[in-house]
């Protein structure tokens, strides 16, 4: 007969209960962890190089441009066409 293979895995680690400190940091403690994080963030963005800036200052200003001109245009039609039922109907 074929004898049964017992699969042995890891011992179990014992858990120990670590006791949290429950109390809350002071006011200035938490305020300078959050400006090291706040800084340690910022070391990890990319900014943009000066001529990458330009570029994608002048493309939004441009967008803004054409969106202006396009919502001017559509107000412009919507009152005359709303002057001319004015004056159809009165």
């Given at each position: ?78 009152s005359l066409a709303v002057s001319l039922l004015f004056n159809l109907a009165g």
């Amino acid at each position: 007969m074929a004898e049964e293979k017992k699969v042995q895995g890891a011992p179990a680690k014992a858990v120990t209960a670590v006791k949290k400190d429950e109390s809350k940091p002071g006011f200035f403690k938490r305020i300078g962890k959050w400006f090291r994080e706040m800084r340690s963030e910022l070391k990890k963005v990319v900014w943009p190089t000066p001529k990458a800036l330009v570029k994608n200052s002048v493309v939004s200003v441009a967008f803004m441009l054409v969106s202006a001109l396009v919502l001017w245009g559509a107000d412009t039609i919507a009152s005359l066409a709303v002057s001319l039922l004015f004056n159809l109907a009165g």
